[in-house]
């Protein structure tokens, strides 16, 4: 039998994936030996915390947790996400109908546009933004409509610019403060906006909270906090940045329960639950001491402080971000984002992401992580100060 050879048509929706230009000179540079240091993916370089990793272990001897997971999670982990809710946002959900675990938030994300858009609606995506709402959309034949976010708006849409035949449309809206790639933070007015808008529009809001814990100054807010927003929308959170557990695949949904639930249906036919054990692990990421949450914290501000004003002193166009351990730094000399990133990778050896990756809007910008040690970054520093653009 011959294999059918072309792309389903679904998958050839999907844009070139821009990163793998990137990853092309990135594997050629390793391969020539260059000294790499890597800002580019956003992948914490620290260890899950020890007392997380200890559950864990403890939970792998448990037979009952070898089985199928099967559903919205444990009722432990429930609790503990609802408790977690509480103590951080002051906000309630019931863990019997509104929160339901992840296998990561990416999951839930991927998943959601074929909970709730029918094929030729519009989703709102917010550009520059994660590429997996773009994606997510396409594979469930919605139309992306891309909304700008504008820096002199700290990086928030304007609601008001999106025309009207597009609204008319529209069944979904991603957003996601604190925002990967630019770094911004919502504010309460932003939010008490969206959640008019979506009611006046019977839009679904889906609020992606995945930074939710990595800031520098002021906590961040959940969507949820505003009055109304249970009605319209959901939030994704995830235990990957907050932990340092991207490997162990958790994260959970929450709020709206019709959404939740409808959620949970296209989960029940694409997978079988979180693995109990990964589970336990957030639990007692939840629940147990939040000294390394802390500490995760002073780790990116020490970078950041010293690598921001570096980038400053060097003549770049950056701010300093106020959460996230991202930097959204302007191209230097007006060159393009593929330019700078290549430039920067064959003449330094430090690799960043090319801002247009994210979306059009993201041309013009590069986006570095700060996931290395402040001696890599000082090196970073002193690379870049040699640079002739
Ligand atoms: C890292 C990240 C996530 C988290 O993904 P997980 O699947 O929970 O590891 C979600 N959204 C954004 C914008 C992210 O950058």
Redesign the pocket.
């Known amino acids: 039998m011959k294999v059918r050879s072309s792309l389903s048509q679904r998958l050839q929706k999907l844009p070139p994936y821009l990163f793998a230009e990137v990853d092309r000179r990135k594997k050629a540079a390793i391969q020539k030996g260059v000294d790499l240091i890597s800002l580019g993916v ?1 992948d914490p370089d620290q260890p899950t915390p020890p007392h997380i990793v200890e559950a864990a272990r403890k939970a792998l001897g448990n037979p009952a947790y070898h089985k199928y997971p099967f559903g919205a999670g444990l009722k432990e982990f429930r609790g503990a996400v609802a408790q977690f809710m509480k103590r951080r946002f002051n906000v309630s959900v019931d863990p019997s109908d509104e929160i339901y675990a992840l296998i ?4 839930g ?1 991927a998943h959601l546009p074929l909970a709730v858009v029918n094929p030729n609606e519009v989703v709102l995506v917010p550009d520059p933004g ?1 590429p997996v709402y773009q994606g997510s959309t396409l594979l469930a034949d919605g139309e992306v409509y891309h909304m700008p976010l504008i820096e002199e708006y700290g990086f928030l849409p304007d609601l008001d610019a999106i025309p009207e035949p597009v609204l008319e449309r529209a069944s979904l809206l991603f957003l ?1 403060y604190p925002n ?1 790639p630019t770094s911004a933070l919502a504010t309460r007015k932003f939010f008490e906006k969206v959640v008019r808008f979506a009611k006046k529009h019977q839009i679904v809001v889906a609020h ?1 909270n ?2 939710s814990e990595m800031y520098y100054d002021e906590p961040p807010m959940s969507f949820l906090e505003v009055p109304g927003a249970k009605d319209v929308g959901v939030e ?1 959170h ?1 235990l ?2 907050t932990y340092n557990m ?1 490997g162990w ?1 958790i ?1 959970w949904i929450c709020g709206n329960k019709d959404v939740v639930r409808q959620l949970a249906t296209v989960k029940d036919n694409f997978d079988s639950g979180t693995f109990e054990v990964v589970q336990s692990a957030g639990i007692a990421a939840l629940t147990g001491p939040q000294a390394c949450v802390q500490e995760m914290r002073s780790l990116y501000k020490k970078r950041r402080d010293l690598f921001v004003p570096g980038l400053k002193d060097l003549g770049w166009n950056v701010k300093m971000p106020d959460a996230t351990f991202y930097v959204w730094a302007h191209t230097p000399q007006g060159l393009s984002s593929m330019e700078t990133v290549t430039h920067m990778l064959d003449q330094t050896g430090v690799l960043c992401t090319p801002g247009h990756g994210f979306g059009p809007s993201g041309e013009g910008y590069v986006r570095f992580a700060l996931t290395v040690d402040v001696s890599r970054l000082e090196e970073a520093l002193q690379r870049l100060s040699k640079l002739k653009w």
């Open positions: 956003g990561g938030s990416k999951e994300i994660y996601g990967n992606d995945a930074y994704f995830s990957s940045k991207t695949r994260g």
